[in-house]
């Protein structure tokens, strides 16, 4: 998979992920990767809830990025198809029952329902070929990530 370049890579979002701000002043040239890598890995461990409560990337951000690296459409699909549901926080929920705990406990249970459903179809997908796509881009586009 060209593994100096992808120890290189990891090594600059290491960097965005220590100073406390991973998605801020990357260069546009690098956001694809680093867009869709975030993204991709956060799906992995907390799902698309925890990429929409640790990142400020959009879904478009990210359909964008998967469109840019030309990965699977089956991904893209599912993304798409995330983006006919706004993410609520459980402060928004909150703020939409805080006087009624069981609304606020039902709405919780809805939007969990519907995300743990697209959580489970991203993460069944068989051609998961992000990181594949973010090497050939890296190259392709003679990006340094060496520090």
């Known amino acids: 998979m060209g593994e100096k370049i992808w120890e290189e890579f990891l090594e600059?979002?290491?960097?965005?992920?220590?100073?406390?701000?991973?998605?801020?002043?990357?260069?546009?040239?690098?956001k694809p990767v680093v867009i869709a890598h975030f993204f991709?890995?956060?799906?992995?461990?907390?799902?698309?809830?925890?990429?929409?409560?640790?990142?400020?990337?959009?879904?478009?951000?990210?359909?964008?990025?998967?469109?840019?690296?030309?990965?699977?459409?089956e991904l893209i699909q599912v993304v798409e198809e995330a983006k006919t549901n706004k993410y609520l926080t459980d402060d928004e929920l909150f703020e939409q029952a805080s006087d009624d705990e069981d609304m606020y406990s039902e709405l919780m249970d809805e939007r969990d329902?519907?995300?743990?459903?697209?959580?489970?179809?991203?993460?069944?997908?068989t051609n998961n070929d992000v990181d594949k796509r973010a090497v050939d881009y890296i190259k392709t586009h003679g990006l340094d990530f060496s520090i």
């Open 12 to 30: 600059y979002l290491k960097k965005l992920v220590s100073s406390g701000v991973p998605d801020a002043d990357i260069p546009a040239q690098y």
């Open 40 to 73: 991709n890995s956060e799906v992995y461990r907390e799902g698309f809830q925890g990429f929409f409560e640790n990142y400020s990337f959009s879904l478009d951000d990210v359909l964008s990025a998967f469109q840019i690296l030309k990965v699977s459409s």
């Open 113 to 125: 329902l519907f995300w743990d459903e697209i959580n489970r179809k991203y993460c069944s997908i």
